[in-house]
């Protein structure tokens, strides 16, 4: 088989023990099915499967679906879910806001009377796992095997999802695209990295399976990750940076926003928020340079992305999360002045 056709394989495998058995399926039965334990690592690193804590059980995303092609039935019946839950997540959005609690029964009577035709709970109930992925839910409850949605509220990204089928489109464009590999052969790379590291350095820890969102902030990657993996990638990065934003004016009790905020924030005369450093002189120039750095970002990079003036690929999109990420570590370790 190809490997396009063992991620076929593999997403078919766990979509069907999910959507018939409502269960897991195990890391052990894959690879000895498929024999390739390197391609379903590559399928949890693009967000093409999720793996419990472990590591030893894996459960569907939307890219999972995707993989099985327009066809087939399983990938049908999640794109229908889907589509109805945002539709009904969008009514919901508009009649009561997002301080609302929810339970699935309930939700599902509702979709049923807003729909011509009526679906089974189970549609609902795999709609609502596909939209908690989404970020169009703020999560209050799942269920312990991670499997189950059993209480929500709306979250606001429904707003932008309103387009619901275009958005999946995307979605699946994305999880569908084919993994685009370096050119350099990995053993410059095994090279170039032991020429770098000093041989009195001690490596505390290595990259894990989640591809770069283990090095991304919890707060910006909350944001940011769903908006990300559905090739939203402008939507992704003003996400990102009004965590930052927003982490500020928490900190600070400062209601400004932009550059502003942030010169107030960090300003050398009455900050509010220090980094600290024994030489004096130093201190200074840090306080300064992360000053500029926090307020240009906000100008130079959400400002525009907020009028629409700037159009992100994969690759820029990337670097932004990470831009937003160090500002959101800097900011925790910031002291209170």
């Known amino acids: 088989m190809t490997e396009e056709q063992i991620?076929?394989?593999?997403?078919?495998?766990?979509?069907?023990c999910f959507v018939n058995r409502r269960a897991t399926t195990s890391r052990h039965e894959i690879v000895v099915d498929f024999e390739?334990?390197?391609?379903?690592?590559?399928?949890?690193?693009?967000?093409?499967?999720?793996?419990?804590?472990?590591?030893n059980d894996y459960r569907p995303t939307i890219g999972t679906f995707a993989l099985l092609g327009d066809e087939h039935e399983l990938y049908q019946k999640a794109r229908a879910a889907f589509e109805r839950t945002i539709r009904t997540l969008?009514?919901?959005?508009?009649?009561?806001?997002?301080?609302?609690?929810?339970?699935?029964?309930?939700?599902?009577?509702?979709?049923?009377?807003?729909?011509?035709?009526?679906?089974?709970?189970?549609?609902?109930?795999?709609?609502?796992?596909?939209?908690?992925?989404?970020?169009?839910?703020?999560?209050?409850?799942m269920s312990g095997d991670q499997l189950t949605v059993e209480?929500?509220?709306?979250?606001?990204?429904?707003?932008?999802?309103?387009?619901?089928?275009?958005?999946?489109?995307?979605?699946?464009?994305v999880s569908r695209e084919p993994l685009r590999h370096f050119t350099v052969p990995i053993e410059q790379l095994h090279a170039a990295a032991y020429e770098l590291v000093d041989e009195n350095e001690v490596i505390a820890e290595?990259?894990?399976?989640?591809?770069?969102?283990?090095?991304?902030?919890?707060?910006?990657?909350?944001?940011?990750?769903?908006?990300?993996?559905?090739?939203?990638?402008a939507d992704a990065v003003e996400s990102a940076l009004k965590v930052v934003a927003e982490e500020v004016r928490r900190r600070?009790?400062?209601?400004?926003?932009?550059s502003e905020l942030m010169h107030k924030a960090f300003s050398l005369k009455k900050p509010h928020l220090v980094f600290e450093n024994p030489i004096p002189?130093?201190?200074?120039?840090?306080?300064?340079?992360?000053?500029?750095?926090?307020?240009?970002?906000?100008?130079?990079?959400r400002?525009?992305?907020?009028?629409?003036?700037?159009?992100?690929?994969?690759?820029?999109?990337?670097?932004?999360?990470?831009?937003?990420?160090?500002?959101?570590?800097?900011?925790?370790?910031?002291?209170?002045?």
């Open 252 to 258: 600070t009790g400062l209601k400004t926003d932009g």
């Open 90 to 141: 969008l009514h919901l959005y508009r009649d009561e806001g997002c301080g609302v609690d929810h339970e699935p029964y309930e939700f599902a009577v509702r979709a049923n009377r807003l729909h011509s035709d009526e679906a089974p709970f189970e549609l609902i109930s795999l709609g609502l796992y596909l939209a908690a992925e989404s970020g169009a839910l703020q999560l209050m409850k």
């Open 7 to 16: 991620k076929a394989g593999i997403a078919k495998v766990i979509c069907t």
């Open 281 to 301: 002189a130093t201190k200074e120039s840090m306080q300064q340079g992360y000053m500029e750095i926090f307020a240009g970002t906000m100008t130079g990079i």
């Open 151 to 173: 209480n929500f509220r709306v979250a606001e990204q429904v707003i932008r999802m309103r387009d619901v089928a275009r958005w999946w489109k995307q979605r699946v464009q």
């Open 36 to 55: 390739s334990p390197d391609v379903l690592d590559e399928m949890e690193q693009r967000n093409l499967v999720r793996a419990s804590e472990d590591r």
């Open 206 to 233: 290595s990259f894990d399976q989640n591809g770069f969102w283990s090095l991304i902030n919890p707060k910006v990657a909350t944001e940011a990750r769903s908006r990300f993996e559905a090739g939203h990638y």
């Open 303 to 337: 400002n525009p992305k907020a009028h629409g003036l700037v159009q992100l690929d994969r690759r820029r999109c990337i670097h932004f999360i990470f831009l937003a990420s160090l500002l959101a570590d800097k900011i925790d370790e910031a002291v209170d002045n």
